[in-house]
């Protein structure tokens, strides 16, 4: 069965950082491009980046609005998913989903973990 | 960046009922669209990819069409299970970029 469950959320003062994980199981992380995707309270889903498989050389993509903050990274063989988070606003308070892209020839998004909840507050 | 107008955006009905929402793309996405379903406090469910086919487990009810620009998300009898939040999703060009929902409600 294929599980994707995040963690590190929690209250953080404007400016400073947080490093979310995703633990994948059930599947060859490697084989998958992997997505973080947030959604702020009451609002819609907002895709952050994404990070390619390693036959594409896990490069990574990111949405402007993060590009100078956020960084994603993975280690394959900790069936493992992390988004850096530095310079955080309080606009960036939102629940974080890490989610799996199908490998079928499509990029859907097939899986999502249960989300992790971030609070940018002073 | 490619923008994803969703409508409505809230849709009232009623158990039985046939209901479409519809998606419409900045620029030609071809068909790669997908909707998810989201209900409060959970993660989006994938139901359909490639803006008509139904990704699996999803009920048979739930159907989705169109190419390009314009799309659509049909249930055809509504269950009680359904009432949720609808969004579409454009994978064409990076970024990916999702709709602002339907809330589809109990009438």
């Known amino acids: 069965e294929v599980q994707l469950v995040e963690s590190g959320g929690g209250l953080v003062q404007p400016g400073g950082s947080l490093r979310l994980s995703c633990a994948a199981s059930g599947f060859t992380l490697s084989d998958h491009y992997m997505d973080w995707v947030r959604q702020a309270p009451e609002k819609g889903l907002e895709w952050l980046g994404r990070?390619?498989?390693?036959?594409?050389?896990?490069?990574?993509l990111y949405a402007a609005s993060v590009r100078d903050r956020f960084i994603i990274s993975r280690h394959d063989s900790e069936n493992s998913l992390y988004l850096q988070m530095d310079s955080l606003k309080t606009e960036d308070t939102a629940v974080y989903y890490c989610a799996r892209v199908t490998t079928s020839g499509d990029y859907a998004l097939d899986y999502w973990g249960q989300g992790t909840l971030v609070t940018v507050s002073s | 960046d490619i923008q994803m107008s969703q409508s409505p955006s809230t849709l009232s009905a009623s158990v039985g009922d046939r209901v479409t929402i519809t998606c419409r793309a900045s620029?030609?996405?071809?068909?790669?669209l997908a909707w998810f379903q989201q209900k409060p406090g959970k993660a989006p469910k994938l139901l359909i990819y490639k803006a008509s086919s139904l990704a699996g487990g999803v009920p048979s009810r739930f159907s989705g069409s169109g190419s390009g620009t314009e799309f659509s998300l049909s249930i055809s009898s509504l269950q009680p299970d359904d009432f949720a939040t609808y969004s579409c999703?454009?994978?064409?060009?990076?970024?990916?970029?999702f709709g602002r929902g339907t809330t589809l409600e109990i009438k």
């Open positions: 990070t390619r498989n390693k036959a594409r050389g896990y490069s990574t």
């Open positions: 999703q454009q994978y064409q060009d990076y970024p990916v970029t």
């Open positions: 620029q030609t996405i071809n068909k790669n």
